[in-house]
């Protein structure tokens, strides 16, 4: 809206009066035991209409009200240390959870509107509630997140539980086995491998029945990387072949390529089909549009995140660290694809025998994502890296202090968890 100010803008969004948002920061700073000087409605006025500035200490408060990066707000130069802050209460309701779950009561509403079957409008609500999904996709916990899409995919799966027209019962299907594939995948990073197969699985099965070949691909492509993060890379490379044949559009077989068939194919030892892989990747790369915000799309950042890991695999350190640096040099710091391609330079930097580089890149990861946001797969690799720095006793670190290391991966399968997979 570019008659209003980002400020502005917001405080409209959620139907708040100047004097309500006032209220809100002083909260803020009070629960940082900061003293409220007073807060007065004609400063916010000055804020949102002549361009003054607030304070830094006002600034890191409207970020935490508001739960956005402060470029959202018109805070730029304030650097990037908002990234999954806590967030206040108002009335009592995690302000952090607001703008996720109202989604789906959206949606909720709509079905009130036209009925338990739904309409032509409760459609469209739910293709616009998946897309938020997959574009938030690292806003908040992967475990947050899995409830709000399972919530989500319920009130789909109550829709195809009424009469339908053919058409609209086939849209309905697909929706289901897009959110599906996402819960799938959310799972998965929140340690639930048998959830991660199940719903992934039902992406793959829905994908297939209604000819949506896209969520097919990318549904068993997900699936293969799961079978790799249990140690099952034969099983895990069967899977990657068929999504690769699946895969539609160039991305899309990038995707493949590099996500899905380069990771078992290097641990294997399979160097040759290895490379081979990998050139099909980039290539593939090369003739694409990227997609650098959908989690059903791929960017350079995430080519070079499994480049660096087949290298790593192959025993090519000095290749692995290039490609992990230029994965972790394209994405934000603090989010899920500059920890994964952080961890993975840890690892690289410890095959260097540089043990010292190695912790300090671990310990950046951990101090800057919350336990409860740090996916699988980067808790895994981190949890790797210290196997990898007890092989070199020659150049041993010091322990991490207490408190800090990274959990062990979680395996509810049974299954024997020994190597990281190669998503994100």
């Known amino acids: 809206m570019p008659e209003m100010r980002p400020l502005e803008v917001r405080r409209h969004a959620y139907g708040w009066t100047r004097r309500q948002r006032a209220d809100a920061v002083a909260d803020v700073l009070h ?10 409605e004609a400063r916010i006025c000055r804020w949102e209409h002549n361009g003054v500035r607030p304070s830094p200490d006002y600034a890191v408060a409207l970020v935490e009200v508001f739960g956005v990066p402060p470029a959202r707000l018109g805070l730029t130069a304030y650097g990037h240390d908002w990234y999954r802050r806590p967030h206040p209460c108002e009335q009592g309701a995690p302000m952090a ?17 036209e009925g338990p079957a739904g309409g032509p409008q409760t459609r469209e609500q739910a293709h616009r509630a998946l897309h938020y999904f997959a574009t938030r996709y690292g806003d908040y ?8 899409v399972h919530r989500c995919r319920g009130l789909v ?10 058409r609209d019962r086939r849209e309905l299907r697909a929706l289901a086995g897009w959110l599906s594939a996402l819960l799938g995948n959310f799972v998965f990073h929140a340690s639930d491998y048998s959830g991660a197969h199940i719903h992934l699985g039902t992406g793959a ?46 991305l899309q077989q990038a995707q493949m390529a590099a ?21 099909r990747a980039r290539l593939r790369m090369d003739a694409a549009e990227e997609d650098t915000r959908s989690r059903w799309g791929f960017d350079r950042a995430e080519l070079h995140q499994h480049l660096a890991e087949a290298h790593l695999a192959l025993g090519e350190s000095g290749e692995a660290r290039r490609h992990a640096e230029t994965a972790r040099g394209l994405k934000r710091t603090g989010s899920g694809g500059w920890a994964a391609a952080t961890a993975i330079l840890a690892r690289a930097r410890a095959a260097e025998r540089d043990a010292g580089g190695a912790c300090a890149l671990a310990e950046e990861v951990l101090d800057s994502v919350p ?18 720095l007890a092989a070199a006793p020659d150049r041993r670190p010091a322990p991490w202090p207490t408190g800090s290391a990274p959990c062990p991966p979680t395996n509810p399968s049974g299954d024997p968890a020994r190597n990281p997979t190669a998503t994100e």
Do not use: F, I, N, Y
Not at 31 to 40: E, H, I, N, T
Not at 97 to 112: F, G, I, K, P, Y
Not at 141 to 148: L, S, T
């Open 31 to 40: 629960a940082r035991g900061q003293a409220d000087p007073g807060l007065s």
């Open 97 to 113: 959870d607001h703008s996720l779950t109202s989604v789906t009561d959206s949606l909720a509403l709509q079905l009130e509107v």
């Open 141 to 148: 916990p992967p475990a947050v997140m899995a409830g709000e």
């Open 157 to 166: 799966v109550a829709m195809l539980a009424c009469p339908q027209a053919d």
């Open 205 to 250: 099965r829905l994908g297939t029945d209604v000819g949506d070949v896209r969520l097919a691909s990318w549904s068993t492509g997900a699936q293969a990387m799961v079978a790799s993060s249990q140690g099952r890379d034969a099983d895990a490379l069967e899977l990657a072949v068929q999504a690769s044949e699946l895969a539609s559009g160039a």
């Open 259 to 279: 996500w899905a068939e380069l990771g078992p194919l290097s641990r294997m030892g399979l160097a040759r089909e290895a490379r081979d892989a990998a050139r």
């Open 371 to 388: 336990a409860d946001s740090l996916r699988e797969t980067t808790r895994r690799r981190l949890h790797a890296l210290q196997t990898d």
